[in-house]
């Protein structure tokens, strides 16, 4: 319909548009009748079999539909629904209008496999959901699994759920992804990563009484029966009493947060220098070496790495209403320009076209699902180093809690336009060069 049709159609009057439409489907033989509204013309139709499900294979018996204008309708239960508006006006015959519905089908199903083709290029598993007609994928990475929904008119990110915290809906405004632009699944997740902030919907207005319960607490889980603890020693042999110099120790402490357990070890390298890790059912949450002198503590780093609310905190008075701060990294984690990060990750299999990877910890230790690259772009971002690989990254700039780097190729140079991540992602998933030894 063109431009100037949509004007004329515009101007007429809804009960003629329906009359219009009404004569035509009376005479496909198509019952309408007036909705709940007196305004929307509806109805259900029949078919004699032509139509089927893309996914299952069932053949649909009827679909429920309104009437959109004076020549087309929509209809309003899945799978057909996908469809979005269907021109009946154009047809002599009921069946023709059924063949018009699964040839419809039948174009969108294809178009699907085009889509799903494109994202397994990106090494996404991909499956065909039958509910919305739509292609699925689900994007893993160490801190939060994304769900992506895509059809012919966009692929979009639906669904985000952080680990170990609470899945949310993604805002609708926020903008469509545009394939072309991730030349590999690492610049996919970093931006996906990178952006999780603007995923989240839009906070509601405050409340006069807010809900404390809406949000999870994170609580210190007791120490079993028969574990031994700093205040059982301390206890016997007093509060003076002294470690060996190199002597190996390793403390753990457990807490609970979003009816998931966590654990915190910290384990002595030399003096008071520790290794410190928050491990979750998938992992590693955060790891890192510190001093004692510098260490907040244990609550603060768990919270901190969760994006809980320290349970040791004094809550103090009730604070103004003001824009939600981003989460906040200790000082002594805290990325400085010019510095150099990397993560580490394990060849698993190297073929001639592809390169299977895992992530490793601090540690070193593999952790996360592996991961597939051409080998050529794998050796274009990864560099050998002592027997193992690393994506090097320079920080340019700390801000607002996050940062922005720019990605280095295997001659130590910057490559690509700078890209903004969070400093907690970072902290995360990198450490830095000076200490990856």
Known sequence: ???????????????????????????????????????????????????????????????????????????????????????????????????????????????????????????????LDPERLAVRALVKTATHAFEVLGGPESVRVSRVAPVGGRPFEVAPDFPTLDLSDFASP????????????RM????????????????????ATPAPRNALTLAALAQVFGDDAMLAPNAMVELVKEFAYGNTRYRF?????????????????NGDVWSDRFDLASF?????????????????????????PAPAAPSEVPSHLMPHPGEIWVMSVVVEEAGPDEVRYVGTDIDGRPYGAARVLKRSDFE??????????????????????????????????????PRKMSSAILVANFVPEAAAY
């Open 1 to 127: 319909m063109g431009e100037g049709e949509h004007t004329i159609i515009g101007k007429i009057p809804r009960e003629r548009l329906n009359q219009i439409a009404s004569r035509k489907l009376s005479a496909l033989g198509i019952p309408v009748r007036l909705g709940a509204d007196r305004e929307t013309l509806e109805g259900e139709l029949a078919f004699a079999g032509r139509v089927q499900h893309p996914v299952t294979g069932q053949t649909i018996p009827r679909g429920r539909f309104v009437v959109t204008g004076h020549d087309h309708l929509r209809f309003l239960d899945a799978p057909l629904s996908a469809l979005g508006e269907v021109n009946f006006y154009e047809h002599e015959r009921a069946t023709g209008l059924e063949v018009s519905v699964a040839q419809a089908l039948g174009r969108r199903t294809a178009a699907l496999q085009d889509l799903a083709a494109r994202m397994r290029s990106l090494r996404l598993e991909t499956a």
């Open 186 to 197: 690492t610049d996919l997740e970093i931006y996906l990563v990178a952006s999780v902030s």
């Open 200 to 219: 989240r919907p839009a906070a509601a207005a405050p409340a006069l009484t807010p809900a404390p319960t809406a949000a999870p607490t994170l609580a």
């Open 265 to 281: 070890v910290a384990s002595r390298e030399m003096g008071t220098r520790f290794k410190g890790r928050v491990i979750g059912p």
């Open 296 to 320: 907040p503590g244990t609550a603060k780093v768990v919270a901190l790495a969760l994006g809980a609310a320290d349970p040791g905190a004094d809550p103090g008075p009730p604070p103004a």
């Open 380 to 417: 274009a971002v990864f560099a050998q180093d002592r027997g193992g690989w690393r994506l090097l990254i320079q920080i340019d700039q700390v801000q607002d809690g996050s940062v922005i780097y720019r990605q280095l190729d295997r001659q130590r140079q910057p490559m690509g336009a």
